[in-house]
Every structure is written in C-alpha cells, then in structure tokens.
T-cell receptor, first 117, second 115 residues
Framework: AQKVTQAQTEISVVEKEDVTLDCVYE???????LFWYKQPPSGELVFLIRRNSFDEQNEISGRYSWNFQKSTSSFNFTITASQVVDSAVYFC??????????????FGSGTRLSIRP | DAGVIQSPRHEVTEMGQEVTLRCKPISGHDYLFWYRQTMMRGLELLIYFNNNVPIDDSGMPEDRFSAKMPNASFSTLKIQPSEPRDSAVYFC?????????????FGQGTRLTVV
C-alpha cells in the first residue's frame, strides 16, 4: 500500500533560520509522483512542486529547495531564510501507477510550520 | 481559468438533514477528487472520478455518503442523513493526465458543520 509519513507534527523557528521538512514515502510502484502542498491559515491548498520517480535531480526555487532520494524514499523540503509568511501547514503527497489506482493522490499528515518574528 | 469552484463555502446544518456539496472542476481536467480534512484524520481521499466515471470510492466512509459526476463540469457530494461527526472541510480537486501525472488543483473547500 502507499503511505506518506511526515514525522514532524509541528516546527517553530525564528525568522531567517533555515528549516527542513521531512517526508518519507512507501510504494511498490516503480513509477510514481511526489508533491508538496502548502496550506496557509486561510485554508486553501496551494501546489508547490511535483517530482516524478525518474528524476532525482534536486530543485531550487528561490528560497525553496527539494531533496529527492530514492535510496531512502525521502522527499525533503527546505526553506532557506524563513519568513513569517512561510507559516503554514505543509503536506507531502504521493501518487502511483501500476500497483495503485492511477492518479490517486495520498497525503501525509502535514507539518505545521510557525515562523516567529 | 477561475480554478476549481466549490459551493457553498460554509454550511451549517442540523443532524439528520441532507447536505449537498458542489464542485466545478477546471475546464479540460479529466480527474476529479473529493477529500475531507479533519484535525484527527488529516486529508482523506473519499472518491475520485476519471472522465466522469467513479474509479475508487474506497475512502467513502459509509453509505450515507454518495458522489456523482453527471458531466465533465460538475460533481456533487451528498451526505444523507448528516451526523455531527461529518463536520469537516471538504475539498474538491481536479487534475489532468496527459501521460505524465500532474498535480491536483484544489478548490477553496466547503466547511461543513453539523449540529
């Protein structure tokens, strides 16, 4: 079965600190997709990034970076020089292929990130 | 495109009443998902459709819940009869699959309170 684990329930850091959100996944599929979503206090779910299982290249987008390692089944998310506006709940998600319903997107339990001024 | 549109944004109803949540996916998207979010259970996938056909409804909690997608631009999630434990935020999302899995885009959600 597919599973996404975000072991960090809550993280609180002071503004300008770097912070890494962990995500570990389980799947039998050889082809799968990983996602990160942000849910700010307003409640909507905002897509941040998608990564497929064949692309282990790390990605950087401004202050955000993602580290995908198939060997450890992890897809971690780092925010550099955090800002108060980064305060939100962040979800890691997984969708599979052969052994699971195609396009079924499963979410982790989320990590609540609080950035203190 | 206006994005995924859900209505109503908020719904308060009495236990035992029927509740209907509505969703308009992004035009051209062929997948539609219904999720429920609670503090205790997080984001749960209830059901999803592909080309208006239900593909996986294993997440639907019980027979009181039903979902339909009569056409590509409209879906409903119905709870009958509603119970207090159904109180949650219900999200609709849509995506397209053009050979590569794409991300799902979410609506603003419907906050349901059953009293």
């Amino acid at each position: 079965a597919q599973k996404v684990t975000q072991a960090q329930t809550e993280i609180s850091v002071v503004e300008k600190e770097d912070v890494t959100l962990d995500c570990v996944y389980e799947t039998r599929d050889t082809t799968y997709y990983l996602f990160w979503y942000k849910q700010p206090p307003s409640g909507e779910l905002v897509f941040l990034i998608r990564r497929n299982s064949f692309d282990e290249q790390n990605e950087i987008s401004g202050r955000y970076s993602w580290n995908f390692q198939k060997s450890t089944s992890s897809f971690n998310f780092t925010i550099t020089a955090s800002q108060v506006v980064d305060s939100a709940v962040y979800f890691c998600a997984l969708s599979g292929g052969l052994y699971s319903s195609a396009s079924k997107i499963i979410f982790g339990s989320g990590t609540r990130l609080s950035i203190r001024p | 495109d206006a994005g995924v549109i859900q209505s109503p944004r908020h719904e308060v109803t009495e236990m035992g009443q029927e509740v209907t949540l509505r969703c308009k996916p992004i035009s051209g998207h062929d997948y539609l998902f219904w999720y429920r979010q609670t503090m205790m259970r997080g984001l749960e996938l209830l059901i999803y459709f592909n080309n208006n056909v239900p593909i996986d409804d294993s997440g639907m909690p019980e027979d009181r819940f039903s979902a339909k997608m009569p056409n590509a631009s409209f879906s409903t999630l119905k709870i009958q009869p509603s119970e207090p434990r159904d109180s949650a935020v219900y999200f609709c999302a849509s995506s397209s699959d053009t050979g590569a899995r794409t991300e799902a885009f979410f609506g603003q959600g419907t906050r349901l309170t059953v009293v």
